[in-house]
């Protein structure tokens, strides 16, 4: 099976990590210029409820009992991950062994 995902290259990495810190960069100092004044439509338009209504007990939500699905197949990372061999992870430790 193969991925389903194309790792991008190494400019293209680069070229959006600089294009990050450039947009970062000018929001910053967009920032510092301009101030939100007003009032949110969520500020607007909703109510509080009263404080009586905030202290009532809520009713217990009905609990049913699942019983448990086993999963049958297999796991896309099984599919596309290889574990590395107990020589590579031996070398990649420094040589240490348990």
Do not use: C, W
């Amino acid at each position: 099976m193969k991925a389903h995902y194309a790792a991008p290259s190494t400019d293209a990495v680069l070229a959006a990590s600089s294009a990050s810190l450039r947009h970062a960069d000018l929001q910053a100092a967009s920032q510092q210029t301009a101030r939100f004044e007003g009032q949110s439509t969520m500020h607007q338009d909703f109510q509080a409820p009263p404080p009586a209504a905030l202290n009532q007990s809520q009713p217990a939500a009905a609990t049913t009992e699942v019983s448990p699905i086993r999963f049958e197949g297999e796991s896309s990372m099984k599919a596309h991950y290889q574990a590395p061999s107990e020589e590579a992870l031996i070398a990649a430790a420094g040589g240490i062994t348990q």
